[in-house]
T-cell receptor, first 115, second 115 residues
Framework: KAGVTQTPRYLIKTRGQQVTLSCSPI?????VSWYQQTPGQGLQFLFE???????NKGNFPGRFSGRQFSNSRSEMNVSTLELGDSALYLC??????????????FGPGTRLTVL | AQKITQTQPGMFVQEKEAVTLDCTYD???????LFWYKQPSSGEMIFLIY??????QNATEGRYSLNFQKARKSANLVISASQLGDSAMYFC????????????FGKGTRLSVIA
């Protein structure tokens, strides 16, 4: 079974631009979560989607948004990029996104650099 | 609020020896899950092992075992017979079962295996 895939793997943008990242979950998984990883803040939860609905949201500004499609694929968008948005963005999928044993499996991440 | 503490920023271990990575957690929930992930330099978070708060036995997965001490709120990862390929960042994470809650991660421990 194929794992979680994320595209693109690397991205370089300039301040003020916007960016869209894509995530394809493991087949059969309906929950997709996004995390931002930076050296200073570590891993921080952005949001979670289940059945095309945002079910949970972390403490990030409205410039960060996402969506999920009927095939469970998810995209996240960051508008008006700032230097501080430079990070590794990780996507994780799980079957239902709830329950003790519902393990999240991560993709390889998208490394975003904002210049 | 939940919190994960990993007090060892970096550790060294000789190849073929065992190593313990520390993790303590803080939560007021009775029902929760604890996870360990490995992150090589490539960036992908690899799921290693899971322990539920109600599990009476320590979890094991191949060379990985989780030393779960509920009263002390610790969930240490033990890697037996270390291999060069074990060199990576290791993250401890938890989530509670009430609702669809995200993973909360510690800051991680960088493990270096020496030949």
């Amino acid at each position: 079974k194929a794992g979680v895939t994320q595209t693109p793997r690397y991205l370089i943008k300039t301040r003020g631009q916007q960016v869209t990242l894509s995530c394809s979950p493991i087949s059969g998984h309906r929950s997709v979560s996004w995390y931002q990883q930076t050296p200073g803040q570590g891993l921080q939860f952005l949001f979670e989607y289940f059945s095309e609905t945002q079910r949970n949201k972390g403490n990030f500004p409205g410039r960060f948004s996402g969506r999920q499609f009927s095939n469970s694929r998810s995209e996240m968008n960051v508008s008006t990029l700032e230097l501080g948005d430079s990070a590794l963005y990780l996507c994780a999928s799980s079957l239902e996104g709830r329950g003790l044993t519902d393990t999240q499996y991560f993709g390889p991440g998208t490394r975003l650099t904002v210049l | 609020a939940q919190k994960i503490t990993q007090t060892q920023p970096g550790m060294f271990v000789q190849e073929k020896e065992a190593v313990t990575l520390d993790c303590t957690y803080d939560t007021s929930d009775q029902s929760y899950g604890l996870f360990w992930y490995k992150q090589p330099s490539s960036g992908e978070m690899i799921f290693l092992i899971y322990q539920g708060s109600y599990d009476e036995q320590n979890a094991t997965e191949g060379r990985y075992s989780l030393n779960f001490q509920k009263a002390r709120k610790s969930a240490n990862l033990v890697i037996s017979a270390s291999q060069l390929g074990d060199s990576a960042m290791y993250f401890c994470a938890m989530r509670r079962t009430s609702g669809n809650t995200p993973l909360v991660f510690g800051k991680g421990t960088r493990l270096s295996v020496i030949a």
